[in-house]
Antibody, heavy 113, light 112 residues
Framework: EVQLVESGGGFVQPGGSLRLSCAAS????????MGWVRQAPGKGLDWVSIISVEDIRYYTSSVKGRFTISRDISKNTLYLQMNSLRDEDTAIYYCAGGRGASWGQGTRVTVSS | DVVMTQSPLSLPVTLGQPASISCRSS???????????LNWFQQRPGQSPRRLIY???NRDSGVPDRFSGSGSGTDFTLTISRVEAEDVGIYYCMHSIQWPWTFGQGTKVEIK
C-alpha cells in the first residue's frame, strides 16, 4: 500500500523559510513523477512543483527562484525547500505521487507577520 | 497554460439519482504517446484529494463502479450513476499533458 507522510509545515513570518518533507512507503520516489500541490484556505488545488523520473524539475511561475524541489532516493523522501515566503504562500501543502495517483494528508503552512 | 473549465460549479443532487460534471480544456489533452491525460479527483470535506479516474475513463483501485469518466479531445464528463451520501464533496478535473498541470475550479456536490 502506498503511503505518503508530509511534515515540516508551520507558522513563519514573511521572508522566512521552511522545508517540507514527504516520506514515501510502498512506492519509490524516483519511479514516477512526484510533486507538491497546495490549497489556499477555501480555494482550489494548484500544482506547485513536480520532479520527473529523469530528475527534471518544474515550478509554477509564482514560486520560481524561491522554492526548490528535490528527492533523496536513499531515504525515499521528497522535499520542498521554500524560501522568501510570502503571505500568499499560506496553504495546505500536499505531496502527490504519480499524476496524482497517491496523496499525503497535507501539512499546513501559514505565512504571516 | 491549459485552462480547465468545469460546469456546474455547484450541483445539488438527490440520493439515488445520477449526476454529471463537465470539464472542458482550452486545448486537446491528447499526448504524443496517444494517451489522453485527463484525471478526476474527489475531495471530501476535511480530507485530502483522491484520484477517481485517470486517462479519461480508467477507474482507480477501490473506486466504486458508479463513477465513470468519458470524453475525448477537449470535452470530458464525470458521471455518478446513483449518488450516495458519501459522494458529497468537491470534484476536480486535472490535466497532465504539459507543465503547468492544472485543475478545474472544482464542482461542489451536495445532497438536496
Amino acid at each position: 500500500e502506498v503511503q505518503l507522510v508530509e511534515s515540516g509545515g508551520g507558522f513563519v513570518q514573511p521572508g522566512g523559510s521552511l522545508r517540507l518533507s514527504c516520506a514515501a512507503s510502498g512506492f519509490t520516489v524516483s519511479s514516477d513523477f512526484m510533486g507538491w500541490v497546495r490549497q489556499a484556505p477555501g480555494k482550489g488545488l494548484d500544482w506547485v512543483s513536480i520532479i520527473s523520473v529523469e530528475d527534471i524539475r518544474y515550478y509554477t511561475s509564482s514560486v520560481k527562484g524561491r522554492f526548490t524541489i528535490s528527492r533523496d532516493i536513499s531515504k525515499n523522501t521528497l522535499y520542498l525547500q521554500m524560501n522568501s515566503l510570502r503571505d500568499e504562500d499560506t496553504a495546505i501543502y500536499y505531496c502527490a505521487g504519480g499524476r496524482g495517483a497517491s496523496w499525503g494528508q497535507g501539512t499546513r503552512v501559514t505565512v504571516s507577520s | 497554460d491549459v485552462v480547465m473549465t468545469q460546469s456546474p460549479l455547484s450541483l445539488p443532487v438527490t440520493l439515488g439519482q445520477p449526476a454529471s460534471i463537465s470539464c472542458r480544456s482550452s486545448q486537446s489533452l491528447v499526448f504524443s504517446d496517444g494517451d489522453t491525460y485527463l484525471n478526476w479527483f474527489q475531495q471530501r470535506p476535511g480530507q485530502s484529494p483522491r484520484r477517481l479516474i485517470y486517462k479519461v475513463s480508467n477507474r482507480d483501485s477501490g473506486v466504486p463502479d458508479r463513477f465513470s469518466g468519458s470524453g475525448s479531445g477537449t470535452d470530458f464528463t464525470l458521471t455518478i450513476s446513483r449518488v450516495e451520501a458519501e459522494d458529497v464533496g468537491i470534484y476536480y478535473c486535472m490535466h497532465s499533458i504539459q507543465w503547468p498541470w492544472t485543475f478545474g475550479q472544482g464542482t461542489k456536490v451536495e445532497i438536496k
